[in-house]
């Protein structure tokens, strides 16, 4: 059974970084998609970022482009969130996700999913 495991998130002020991971297990991954995704209270869950594992492929939400870096490591199945220059508007829950065959930035398509880390930017 294919597991996601998120870390990382914490308290930050406003400008500064944090790094998330998502350690995934349980499955053959090569063709997987990982995302993240992010719910603020009384939000929609939002894409934030992609990327294949095959080929590193990656796409970005246009709010998060430029300061956010997504990538994954195959010794340690583990994906990757680089967030810089962060913002009080990024403070949300963030999810990890994966999914074998889709390729995408909606959440509907994506099997598996993380419990979720939170991320908190103080302005």
């Known amino acids: 059974q294919v597991q996601l495991v998120e870390s990382g998130g914490g308290l930050v002020q406003a400008g500064g970084s944090l790094r998330l991971s998502c350690a995934i297990s349980?499955?053959?991954?090569?063709?997987?998609?990982m995302g993240w995704f992010r719910q603020a209270p009384g939000k929609e869950r939002e894409f934030v970022a992609a990327i294949r594992w095959s080929n590193s492929t990656s796409a970005y939400a246009d709010s998060v482009k430029g300061r956010f870096t997504i990538s994954r490591n195959n010794a340690k199945n583990t994906v990757y969130l680089q967030m810089n220059s962060l913002k009080p508007e990024d403070t949300a829950v963030y999810y990890c996700?994966?999914?074998?065959?889709?390729?995408?930035?909606?959440?509907?398509?994506?099997?598996?999913w993380g419990q979720g880390t939170q991320v908190t930017v103080s302005s």
């Open positions: 349980g499955g053959t991954f090569s063709r997987y998609t």
């Open positions: 996700a994966a999914d074998p065959t889709y390729i995408g930035s909606r959440s509907a398509p994506y099997d598996y």
